[in-house]
Structure formats: C-alpha cells, structure tokens
C-alpha cells in the first residue's frame, strides 16, 4: 500500500496533526519513509506539543513527548500524559513515549518533551540510553537539563510558544493537578496541612 503523503513541499499544521493523532504503529500508511526528514526539529516538538493539548482536551496534564531515529527522523515513539486518563502516576508523556517505542536501541534516538523531564523520566531518559533529549519548556519548569548531560545525554532547548502557553494556563487553572503530577498524592495532603 502506497502512503498517502510521498513528498513534502510544505509541513502544514494538517500535517503536524494527522502525525500527532494518528497511532505510530499505522503511520506508515501517512507517510512515505524519505519524507521524515523534511520535518525539522520545531516540527517534532510541535507534534509534541499537539500531543501535549490532547492530553488537556481528555482532562489531563499538557506534556506530550515524541522520539525519532536519528538517522531516519521518522518517529518511533510517541505519547502524552494520562495521569489522569488512566490513574496512572508515572505515565508521563516521556514515559509513555518510551513505552510506545518498545525495545528498540534508543542510543540512537532523540526524545523531544514539551516539558524539562521530572526525575523518573530523566532518569529512565538515561538509563535507556537516549542519545539526546529536545525540551520545549524550560520556562515553566526546568532543573534535570544538567543532570542529564552530566550523564552524557545531549540535552537542547527548544522553547514551543504553543507549549509554554499550554502549561502556563493549567499550572493557573489546576495547580493541585499539577502538584499532583510533580510529586504525588501525598504532596497534596503536604500541602493543604500547610494552608490548615
């Protein structure tokens, strides 16, 4: 079966969507494998930043995260937060990415997150060997870019506007979600003894 894109011209929106929404396993079927490499780095974190308002549109937390091959640049993986969607506490959108990826060799992948990793996902980011990690919001939260690349880990910023806007108005409209995220139920139960 031919794929329904075989050349880009121009990486629309569309485009950016269609990726973002559809399941990775079947983007075979969108995309012709030479067109990967016409999506920059800025497309990459913009699908996860797609991702990243799914997430908000199912009631969750706004971080999406995407990862490529880096000889390729097609995507391998690719996932959203589902705190809540799922009940999951550690499905974050790098982790979910990562899951998504499966048992691949991930030396040879770059992950881009919408948001600087928390401390599992910086931690699986390399234990599993991510050869590099794109953020695209150091603005809202930051902190494990350093302990990263003192693993060896190649780490870039790549500030989304999208994102940082995205993030900015769920930390003002859901800060309890957004603690919840960061640090857990019992964090929350911390920090209303505190206003008590």
């Known amino acids: 079966m031919k794929p329904l894109v075989e050349q880009v011209d121009k990486v629309t929106g569309a485009l950016l969507n269609t990726i973002a929404y559809m399941p990775t396993s079947h983007l075979d ?16 974190m913009r699908i996860a930043v797609l991702l990243a308002k799914k997430s908000v549109e199912e009631g ?4 999406g995260a995407v ?3 880096n ?8 996932g959203h937060n589902t705190l809540v969607q799922e009940s999951h506490p550690y499905n974050h959108g790098e982790t979910s990415a990562i899951r998504d990826a499966g048992r691949i060799d991930f030396s040879k992948t770059t ?3 919408t948001l600087s990793p928390c401390d599992v996902c910086a ?15 150091i603005t809202n939260a930051s902190g494990n870019e350093l302990l990263l690349r003192q693993k060896g880990v190649n780490v870039e910023v790549l500030e989304d506007e999208m994102g940082i806007s995205l ?9 309890h979600l957004e603690m919840e995220d960061w640090r857990g139920v019992a964090e929350l139960a911390n920090m209303q003894n505190v206003f008590d």
């Open 29 to 44: 079927v969108l995309i012709d494998a030479s067109c990967w490499k016409a999506l920059s780095d800025a497309d990459f």
């Open 60 to 63: 969750g937390c706004p971080i």
């Open 67 to 69: 990862i490529i091959n």
């Open 71 to 78: 000889e390729s640049r097609k995507i391998v993986g690719k």
């Open 111 to 113: 992950l881009f997150t």
């Open 123 to 137: 931690s699986l980011l390399y234990m599993r060997g991510v050869s590099r990690v794109v953020v695209g919001d």
């Open 167 to 175: 993030y900015a108005k769920f930390r003002q409209e859901k800060p």
